[in-house]
């Protein structure tokens, strides 16, 4: 079953504005991470937030963690057009086992 | 530095026939290795996870299996292919405790 839930399932918005997505899961985790995937390619590691971490930012991207909500949200700022591509958040509950939500399809139209 | 190979990129099987995809990976040793499968437009399911060679776990029943012969091959394996087999494969490793690296996926349609 998924442990990941991402809302929404489908995303589109204007290059230049921000945007967010949200993910969902069932159980306690060690740490949440987000993964990028263009159309018919492999997944890229984007952002890992540990679980006594509650916000972590790389370039324009940033993630927040609220363990007692079992949530997370990734914030794309000043998006562009090559930032169109799902988005996957994955929970590692220490057992070995990345468990993937069902995805974002973000499109950013220029 | 690592890198992970995952081949072929698209396979046409007939229902019926067997299945074998490859996935290797260079400049490590002992890594976690996964295989998942995402649907069309939906999410990655895991499907195996091996922590060591010989060690497999399954996540989900079906008509698939995994081996771990080398320390850094994981092979997925179907007797006989269903249609409901299609999808795209991903292979993933992890250095325990941080980001998963991932194949550039196989498309297998079978018909």
């Known amino acids: 079953s998924q442990q990941g839930e991402e809302d929404p399932q489908a995303l589109s918005i204007q290059e230049g504005e921000n945007a967010t997505m949200n993910c969902s899961y069932k159980t306690s985790i060690n740490n949440l991470q987000w993964y990028r995937q263009n159309s018919g390619r492999g997944l890229v590691h984007l952002i890992l937030i540990r679980s006594n971490e509650r916000e972590k930012h790389s370039g324009r991207l940033r993630v927040t963690l609220d363990t007692s909500k079992k949530s997370s949200s990734l914030l794309i700022t000043a998006s562009r057009a090559a930032d169109t591509a799902s988005y996957f958040c994955?929970?590692?509950?220490?057992?070995?086992?990345?468990?993937f939500g069902t995805g974002t399809r973000l499109k950013v139209l220029a | 530095s690592q890198t992970i190979h995952q081949w072929p990129a698209t396979l046409v099987q007939p229902v019926g026939s067997p299945l074998s995809l490859e996935c290797t990976v260079e400049?490590?040793?002992?890594?976690?290795l996964y295989w998942y499968r995402q649907a069309a437009g939906r999410g990655l399911q895991l499907l195996f996870y091996s922590v060591g060679i010989g060690q497999i776990s399954s996540e989900v029943p079906q008509n698939l299996s995994a081996s771990r012969p080398q320390d850094r091959q994981f092979i997925l394996s179907s007797k006989k292919l269903l249609l409901s087999d299609s999808g795209f494969y991903l292979c993933?490793?992890?250095?325990?405790?941080?980001?998963?690296?991932f194949g550039q996926g196989t498309r297998l349609t079978v018909v």
């Open positions: 994955a929970t590692d509950a220490g057992t070995y086992k990345y468990i």
């Open positions: 400049g490590t040793s002992n890594p976690n």
């Open positions: 993933a490793w992890e250095p325990t405790g941080t980001q998963a690296f």
